[in-house]
């Protein structure tokens, strides 16, 4: 949802501390990170190059198989499923996590930097879409309306990194503001599709039915609309939501 920063915070209240020495050790650690991510140092220099921040991050890419396996086996029994609506809000507190180990190691990377991101596109886009599909939003149509979904969250994180320079700060230098629902907001429509499992409402019986002419082109689930509506808040401009 947001990238690292290996930096301490100055105190709330003061003026952002300008440290040129730490500033300077900062890019020779980044220039470092660069050529060992450049150099031909044999299979494992990628391992290398990763912190233990890193690795809690790619712990967010689990549901989409839990989504999978559900796919495959028996539609009545609703243990995959489960497992993939739960590893979604545990996606957030590894989101939450991977920062906090940074700043108590002190110590972040550019891999993690991307990886954050990444993640978050995977654990709050790619996963609810998955799941969403196994559920029963399984037409063309419905496939149409998810893509659009993942594409947004996509765009929006895309636009995060790029603007985040540029969008005002309050004394510790942190952004006052997301520029759209962030990302993590998508677990809204995630603990409902949780409410609708626990209610059998799956398949054949997904609340609001389906529209269009069965195996038409134009058959598709209303439902799917709260994902379209997501996408469009996320990916919005003029929504503005203020920073914890």
């Given at each position: 949802?947001?990238?690292?920063?290996s930096?301490?915070p100055?105190?709330?209240g003061?003026?952002?501390?300008n440290?040129d020495?730490?500033?300077?050790?900062?890019?020779v650690?980044?220039?470092?990170?660069k050529?060992?991510?450049?150099?031909?140092?044999?299979?494992?220099?990628?391992?290398?190059?990763?912190?233990?921040?890193?690795?809690?991050?790619e712990?967010?890419?689990m549901?989409?198989?839990?989504?999978?396996?559900?796919?495959?086996?028996?539609?009545?029994?609703?243990?995959?499923?489960?497992?993939a609506?739960?590893f979604m809000?545990?996606g957030?507190?590894?989101d939450?996590?991977?920062?906090?180990i940074?700043?108590?190691?002190r110590?972040?990377?550019?891999?993690?930097?991307?990886?954050?991101?990444?993640?978050?596109l995977?654990s709050?886009?790619?996963?609810?879409?998955?799941?969403?599909?196994?559920?029963?939003?399984?037409?063309?149509?419905?496939?149409?309306f998810?893509?659009?979904?993942?594409?947004?969250?996509l765009?929006?994180?895309?636009?995060?990194?790029?603007?985040?320079?540029?969008?005002?700060?309050?004394?510790?230098?942190k952004?006052?503001?997301?520029?759209?629902?962030?990302i993590?907001?998508?677990l809204?429509?995630?603990?409902?599709?949780?409410y609708?499992?626990?209610r059998?409402?799956?398949?054949?019986?997904?609340?609001?039915?389906?529209?269009g002419?069965?195996?038409?082109?134009?058959?598709?689930?209303p439902?799917?609309?709260?994902?379209?509506?997501?996408g469009?808040?996320m990916?919005?401009r003029?929504?503005?939501?203020?920073?914890?």
């Open positions: 949802m947001s990238r690292r920063s930096a301490a100055s105190p709330a003061s003026e952002p501390v440290n020495a730490s500033s300077s050790k900062d890019r650690v980044e220039d470092k990170q050529k060992l991510l450049s150099a031909d140092t044999g299979h494992f220099s990628l391992v290398r190059a990763l912190h233990l921040a890193d690795l809690v991050t712990l967010n890419v549901s989409v198989f839990s989504s999978m396996r559900y796919c495959l086996g028996d539609s009545t029994q609703y243990r995959d499923l489960w497992i609506l739960s809000p545990f957030l507190f590894f939450f996590m991977d920062g906090k940074a700043r108590w190691r110590k972040s990377s550019l891999m993690g930097q991307e990886l954050d991101s990444l993640a978050d995977i709050f886009g790619v996963a609810p879409a998955s799941a969403a599909f196994a559920i029963g939003m399984r037409t063309p149509l419905d496939h149409l998810l893509t659009f979904f993942v594409l947004c969250g765009t929006r994180l895309a636009r995060f990194n790029v603007t985040v320079a540029t969008l005002p700060k309050d004394v510790t230098g952004s006052q503001y997301f520029e759209g629902t962030p993590p907001t998508t809204g429509i995630v603990a409902l599709m949780a609708w499992v626990s059998d409402w799956v398949l054949a019986d997904i609340p609001w039915g389906v529209v002419e069965p195996g038409s082109l134009l058959e598709f689930h439902a799917v609309g709260l994902f379209v509506l997501h469009c808040l990916v919005s003029t929504i503005h939501i203020p920073k914890p």
